[in-house]
């Protein structure tokens, strides 16, 4: 079968598929069904329902995989988008706010992006329940947020998380506590998919449990998925009812995408007689940003183009800053209405993202994903705004979080903005070694978070803890060899240093 599946990959690549690789692909479509439908046998009532509609958008996701004819983009025909449909933030903020603001408010729903686990710092359950300043947690901060924004406008824009399977009981837990808050908060679960054997292309799960060894057949398929699971929960409808008309989407991890109201103001007004459906967030390329997806134009339409998409040949260029300036922030603006005309018309079109994994037992597995911004193609009147970098905060890592928890920002109303006494606009590059990776250890290696107003530059390695009030300046690394530690010592002021050897403070 292995043989069979290669060969078919091959054809599918190559351009076309023979007579035999047409049968084989009918044949894996066929096997896909009969394994789905083995597993919709299981369930009953509304867990059906459910499964049935999750089974349907992967089977179709499977059969548009197999039915792959070579690279999704030609690289010749890639084109610098037209200037007046990336628009620079500062043009649109120049026009000012209109008396209005409470009733564009009134017409939005803030969508946070909550399906991840917080694993790759060391967490288990949701990554939105980390604390990140003063014991508040990425939740916490998102509802004061919009909590402000109620109050302050006297508007009900409401909050809703797309949870997954594995975030949305820890979620709901947790939501208990905003019972009496001034934000509405909905909840709906993205997808669950069935992650497949790299060589056969079959289901590796055996049964629907998410839970003990079969936790690792399952999966949730990206954020692209928003779309399908939105409109099938029956929220959107819901909300389309209660009058509003655009969601914000973003990441529940990017501090820095708060809702803003001129890039609202623009969205609800007419460009050109028209109104626009959707509006993606871009801002400046750095040079730790070079694998983010781009804005194109591409035979005639705004597209994403993602480095997955790029051919091997054309990688170097794309990773360019002087010829792609620009990436995806994934901080979207989009149209209510239009998601529920192209869900209705099965016109969402997404290139697919294959995902290899290995899993515990050793065995290879892909999963089919999509991206949220990929369907910017399918929506009319799109167009990308060039945010200031102060819009795209993610924090992925410890040395993310290092940056959030300093007082470089200054927390407000649940929004962090960068300090006024910092000279320079741009963040420190910070890079933290192995030692730091998990939140709980590196916790245990700050007494306090150093200052770091003045800091460009700090690199960390090996075994080193800080003490108390320790000011950071210009360029700091600190490496502690393999064997060796060392104990920034309390009220210790670092400046364009390099530390090395060992240097313990054995009495604290």
């Not at 079959?202 to 928003?226: C, F, K, M, R």
């Not at 959107?236 to 809702?259: R, W």
């Not at 700090?458 to 393999?482: P, Q, R």
Request: glycine share 8%.
């Amino acid at each position: 079968m292995a043989l069979y599946v290669a060969d078919l990959r091959k054809g599918m690549l190559n351009g076309g598929m023979s007579h035999f690789q047409e049968m084989m692909r009918q044949q894996l479509e066929s096997s896909i069904h009969s394994e789905m439908e083995k597993l919709l046998g299981t369930t009953v009532g509304a867990e059906r329902e459910a499964c049935k509609k999750d089974f349907e958008g992967f089977r179709n996701l499977f059969h548009r995989f197999l039915q792959v004819k070579g690279p999704s983009v030609e690289w010749i025909k890639i084109q610098r988008p037209p200037e007046d449909s990336i628009q620079p933030y500062d043009k649109i903020a120049a026009r000012g706010l209109p008396d209005g603001v409470a009733d564009s408010l009134n017409k939005l729903v803030v969508v946070k992006l909550n399906g991840g686990l917080g694993t790759s710092m060391g967490c288990k359950g949701p990554k939105s329940l980390i604390s990140v300043r003063n014991e508040n947690t990425f939740l916490d901060l998102t509802v004061q947020q919009i909590e402000h924004l109620n109050k302050t406008y006297n508007t009900n824009v409401p909050l809703v998380l797309m949870n997954s399977f594995n975030t949305d009981e820890d979620t709901k837990k947790i939501l208990q506590k905003y019972t009496h808050h001034r934000v509405k908060i909905h909840t709906f679960n993205q997808s669950r998919y069935p992650r497949i054997n790299k060589e056969s292309l079959l289901p590796v799960s055996t049964s629907l449990s998410t839970t003990g060894q079969n936790a690792e057949g399952w999966y949730p398929p990206g954020h692209g998925d928003i779309y399908a699971s939105f409109y099938n929960s029956g929220l959107l409808e819901q909300l389309i009812a209660e009058g509003k008309e655009y969601i914000f989407v973003s990441n529940i991890d990017n501090l820095g995408a708060t809702v803003d109201l001129h890039i609202l103001n623009h969205l609800v007004g007419r460009h050109n007689g028209k109104r626009c459906e959707f509006v993606m967030e871009v801002t400046d390329k750095t040079r730790a940003d070079v694998k983010g997806g781009t804005l194109i134009e591409y035979e005639g339409k705004l597209r994403l183009l993602e480095i997955a998409q790029v051919p091997k040949a054309h990688v170097d260029e794309f990773k360019s800053v002087s010829k792609f300036k620009i990436f995806n922030t994934n901080n979207l603006w989009i149209s209510l209405a239009a998601i529920k005309r192209l869900q209705e018309q099965e016109a969402m079109d997404m290139e697919i993202i294959v995902n290899t994994k290995t899993l515990d037992g050793g065995q290879n597995v892909i999963q089919l994903e999509t991206a949220v911004g990929a369907a910017i193609k399918c929506f009319d009147n799109a167009m990308g705004i060039n945010v200031p970098r102060s819009r795209f905060l993610p924090v992925k890592t410890t040395s993310d979080l290092l940056l959030v928890m300093s007082n470089l920002y200054s927390l407000h109303a649940g929004s962090l903005t960068m300090s006024p006494r910092r000279e320079f606009p741009t963040t420190p590059h910070v890079k933290l070694g192995s030692s730091f990776t998990k939140v709980q250890e590196y916790l245990t290696r700050f007494e306090s978070i150093p200052d770091m107003l003045e800091l460009d530059h700090l690199t960390v390695s090996g075994d080193v803890t800080f003490g108390k009030n320790v000011s950071l300046k210009g360029t700091v690394i600190i490496i502690a060899n393999h064997g060796d530690r060392i104990d920034i010592p309390a009220g210790s002021m670092l400046e364009n240093k390099i530390v090395s050897g060992n240097l313990r403070i054995l009495d604290h």
